[in-house]
């Protein structure tokens, strides 16, 4: 009986030693865990919270030298007061991984608005800076994302700091957000605007300041040459009569032009949304020709170029992408009466 209790003694410490190993083994995978936390390599739901108070900066690991694979960082920045503001701005050093098909699927940093969790931009590559952003309250969130493949250098760096709050009241024509809008419906109340500044507050109330700064930095784009026009000198009345006949026949003159339609444009606003053009325009009463009946047309063609903002809808993501840009329109410089059927020749 003795030898048979040892023998069950025996066989439950053996049976308790692959239990014991296992708990080893499990403790061990929770401590190597809360390492990688610890080094900032978090799960998306984790995040490391930083009580901002004066200026700073956050970076990928090992900047400005190739950043590690397989890494999840996430930054909260968090003003010590309430009603300010956060802005970020991006270190002339950026460099991820490239874009695919225009698409940052890889390595990327975004920000993000934590009241809401709108995304506000995401980035990749190395084509350009990623300009200012600036927090909707007193918070804001920044994800750094790297996969197993491909790291590039020199990452990231990107300097916070604290900005008053512009309280300004925007005129809107439009009760509903911009982006609740069908571009149809956009673009007429972009089109109801009567400066750039109302507008650029209507579609980004909270950071029109740095869209107005962004839209006015320097450009290179061609710009089109006014127009001049000779008068005949005067010497009397009836060469003045004559004159202001000439004046207001087959002249070209003023119009005014939709640029989505002069450019079959439908999938980009503009504003202004119209500009003038010179056309040919009146009669031909005093047509020269032997026929039955006259025409204006032109006899001198020429495109100007002028410099509009321009909005397009941002491709997998909301909002609208904003530019100068120059648009050419056709302008008449020279007009002669014709007779109807022969204005081709």
Known sequence: MLLFG???????????????QAESNLSSKFQFSSNKEQ???????????????????????????????????VWR????????????????????EDPEDDICKYDFVEVEEPSDGTVLGRWCGSGSVPGKQISKGNQIRIRFVSDEYFPSEPGFCIHYNIVMPQFTEAVSPSVLPASALPLDLLNNAVTAFSTLEDLIRYLEPDRWQLDLEDLYRPTWQLLGKAFVFGRKS??????????????????????????????KRTDTIFWPGCLLVKRCGGNCACCLHNCNECQCVPSKVT?????VLQLRPKIG?????????????????????????????
Request: hydrophobic share 35%.
């Open 39 to 73: 080094n900032g390599v978090q799960d998306p739901q984790h995040e490391r919270v930083i009580t901002v108070s004066t200026n700073g900066s956050i970076h990928s690991p090992r900047f400005p030298h190739a950043y590690p694979r397989n890494t999840v960082l």
């Open 317 to 345: 993501v909301r909002g609208l992408h904003k530019s100068l840009t120059d648009v050419a329109l056709e302008h008449h410089e020279a007009c002669d009466c014709v007779c109807r059927g022969n204005a081709g020749g």
């Open 77 to 96: 920045l968090v003003a010590v007061e309430e009603n300010v503001w956060i802005q970020l701005t991006f270190d002339e050093r950026f460099g991820l």
């Open 303 to 307: 495109k100007k170029y002028h410099e």
């Open 6 to 20: 040892l023998f069950l003694l025996t066989s439950a410490l053996a049976g308790q030693r692959p239990g014991t």
């Open 234 to 263: 005067r010497v009397v009345d009836l060469n003045l009569l004559k004159e202001e006949v000439r004046l207001y026949s087959c002249t070209p003159r003023n119009f005014s032009v939709s640029i989505r339609e002069e450019l």
